[in-house]
């Protein structure tokens, strides 16, 4: 019972360093934007403008780095805390936790298709108004994908409560 406990608290501290990861990407996702002046100077705008690669490279890093993060934490959460569940939890708190473990695939197909549009942007050849549509697509899919990720962790938040109540009444 002390293992779930502590696995139980590792996840849950694991949640707020995600979180503000996710936090992070979306600015960044930002400031590529600002550099690229899509906002400020559409018109001006040229594809290869000084410090532009550079806000996407910075936000490829991110992106490797919250994917990474996810894989261990998702996979932790899919084995060792799926298991703490079905030793400890009851039925409903398991079968709702087996349901939102299902959102991992969607969440991990997300990033990959965020890293899809760092490397269309990344390796030029697109025309302003196709490079300017698609920065413009990526942030909005970073921005509904952190949002979709809170939402997730928020759900995880609870249940992780629940169960960890559950252990530290059954000490």
């Known amino acids: 019972m002390e293992d779930a406990l502590a696995l ?17 990407l979306e600015q960044v996702a930002n400031d590529a934007e600002a550099i690229s002046g899509l906002d400020e100077a559409k018109d001006a705008f040229m594809p290869g403008r000084f410090g532009q690669a550079e806000g996407l490279q910075k936000l490829q890093k ?9 894989e261990g934490h998702f996979n932790l959460e899919e084995t060792a805390l799926l298991e703490a569940f079905e030793r400890y939890g009851n039925r409903e708190l398991t079968s709702t936790l087996r349901s939102i473990l299902l959102e991992h695939t969607d969440l991990k197909s997300r990033l990959t298709h965020s890293k899809k549009h760092i490397n269309e942007l990344l390796t030029g050849g697109l025309s302003r108004h196709v490079w300017e549509a698609t920065a413009h ?18 759900i995880e938040q609870e ?13």
């Open 8 to 24: 139980v608290d590792k996840i849950l501290e694991e949640h707020k360093v995600i979180r503000q990861r996710a936090q992070n």
């Open 62 to 70: 991110l992106l490797e780095t919250i994917e990474k993060g996810l």
């Open 137 to 154: 697509d990526m942030r909005a899919h970073i921005s509904h994908t952190r949002k979709l990720l809170e939402a997730h962790a928020e």
């Open 159 to 171: 249940l992780f409560h629940e169960l960890r109540q559950r252990l530290t009444e059954g000490k």
